[in-house]
């Protein structure tokens, strides 16, 4: 039968896709359905038709999984900030465990692949450390602060409520909302360049109760805004953090970020620190105890699940320490903190990063936690391997999401480490990287997922690979 966009049909979902949507079958073809799980009997509408697959979106719930939950937000149905709010976090986590399975499996070609069970979050909720809020207009073009609406480009949705950073978080996101509406600055109209407010981030050290907030606009600036802005840090510098179950919250920073445009093309990021220090302070534990403490500022990369991050650190110092290791690359190594955790265990780290703020900050976050014995080039890892002459026995490597290219895989071959440590936010790109260093000698021995982002459909995965 001919398939219509706009058609509505009945379907059972059987399983989760990588990215989160449920999946069915009609007709012989694959369904891609979100904001369904396993279980589901559902009625969708297709919004795409291809020969082998089609995408439709939810109209009604016929009949829901037996464990299908209520959703702790109001405002789960729109927002997609949280795909999986609706299923038990054991289900979350078997369902993240098998796609790191399948990859290595399809992707990676091992059978059966050595997954370990998956690890999981102890704060399902109020976990992220870092919040990006975007200024705009909802779809009858109202103001709005909150976060894109999924398959919109420009619609925002006003957020009063979001249960992923903290309750002091939101306090002050809706404290702004209150501010900036009476000002009556525009927000910044993407389709047509025109506008003054862009972002809002919030960033907390969920080891010190450090908060930052991060006003981000264009540097098309109202005249009224030296003024208004004195007002605004007085009612940041007022919102109350006692009452955090978590301990006492305090805004210790606040910035003004511009960003300057030329033809409307963004050129340049201008930073203006209105209040408090430079940098926000955030901890994280070691295995035996012992905190490293880091220095973040505005723009630079860390792992927004703090209590995560120092599990999957761990993680990577359990693989590293499975044999002896004097000279150990991390590359990738933004901030410095994977090779900060290694360098008492080893004689010499080198870090390798392409973003100079990140790379200066690693240098300052070293010299802070005293450790001595690691150093810091900046660049582009393709080329920066070219130059090293040093011969490490371990490779730690923590990409983006696309993973290696096939250039820096010939090159890590060169180096003949005996270990490699892969930290992959994306088990597809990280099990088809393990394939061609499988080519070079490579075997995958464990991989280690370790959830970090609950309620969402995002995986990160520790593998060993030994060479030999
Ligand atoms: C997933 S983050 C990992 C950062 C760090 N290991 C951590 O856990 O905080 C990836 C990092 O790779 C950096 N990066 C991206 N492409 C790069 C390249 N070609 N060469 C060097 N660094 C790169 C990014 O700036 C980012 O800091």
């Known amino acids: 039968m001919n398939l219509q966009k706009g058609q509505i049909i009945e379907l059972d979902i059987e399983k989760i896709a990588f990215g989160g949507n449920g999946i069915g079958k009609y007709e012989g073809r694959v369904v891609f359905v979100p904001g369904t799980m396993p279980g589901d009997k559902v009625k969708a ?93 909802d779809a009858e073009m109202n103001f709005a602060l909150g976060m894109h609406l999924p398959g919109r480009r420009y619609d925002i949705l006003d957020l009063t409520e979001c249960h992923l950073q903290s309750e002091f978080s939101v306090k002050i996101l809706n404290a702004i909302r209150d ?21 809002l981030y919030i960033r907390e050290g969920k080891r010190t109760n450090e908060v930052m907030v991060n006003f981000v606009t264009s540097d098309d600036v ?85 209590f995560q991050a120092e599990i999957l650190y761990n993680q990577v110092v359990d693989f590293a320490l499975r044999n002896s290791h004097e000279t150990v690359f991390d590359l990738f190594c933004g901030t410095g903190t ?74 890590l071959n060169e180096f003949d480490a005996k270990t490699i440590v892969y930290v992959s936010c994306n088990p597809a790109t990280s099990a088809r990287d393990c394939l061609l260093l499988a080519e070079y000698g490579y075997s995958v021995k464990e991989i280690v997922p370790v959830d970090m982002f609950p309620n969402s459909a995002h995986i990160e995965c520790v593998s060993l690979l030994v060479r030999g």
Not at 86 to 111: C, H, N, S, T, W
Not at 183 to 197: I, Q, R
Not at 369 to 375: C, S, V
Request: aromatic share 10%; net charge positive.
């Open 338 to 411: 994977i090779g900060l955790f290694l360098a008492k265990h080893v004689e010499q780290v080198f870090g390798v990063e392409l973003n100079l703020d990140a790379v200066k900050t690693a240098r300052e976050n070293a010299v802070a936690n005293k450790i001595f014995n690691i150093d810091f080039l900046a660049g582009d890892v393709g080329k920066v391997l070219h130059q090293m002459k040093e011969r490490p026995s371990l490779i730690v490597i923590d990409p983006p999401r696309a993973g290696l290219t096939k250039g820096m895989i010939e090159k």
């Open 179 to 199: 501010f900036i509406k009476k000002t009556a600055w525009p927000p910044f109209k993407y389709s047509v360049g025109e506008g003054f407010l862009q972002a």
């Open 45 to 137: 509408s297709f919004t795409r038709i291809k020969d082998s697959f089609a995408e439709a979106d939810l109209v009604e719930v016929v009949k829901g999984s037996v464990d299908r939950l209520a959703p702790k937000c109001k405002f789960f149905e729109k927002c997609g900030g949280c795909q999986f709010q609706f299923m038990p976090y054991e289900m979350q986590l078997q369902i993240k465990k098998q796609q790191v399975v399948d990859a290595f499996e399809r992707i990676g070609k091992i059978p059966n692949p050595p997954v370990s069970e998956i690890i999981g979050c102890e704060m399902q909720y109020y976990y992220r450390n870092k919040m990006e809020f975007s200024f705009g207009y």
């Open 222 to 306: 109202p005249k009224n805004f030296d003024e208004k802005m004195k007002e605004f840090v007085k009612i940041l510098e007022g919102i109350d953090g006692e009452s955090e179950s978590a301990g006492a919250k305090k805004i210790t920073s606040i910035y003004w970020t511009k960003v300057v445009s030329k033809k409307g093309i963004p050129k340049q990021r201008l930073e203006t620190l209105l209040s408090g220090k430079k940098t926000l302070t955030e901890k994280l534990k070691l295995r035996n105890g012992d905190e490293l403490s880091f220095e973040i500022l505005p723009q630079a990369f860390f792992q927004v699940n703090t």
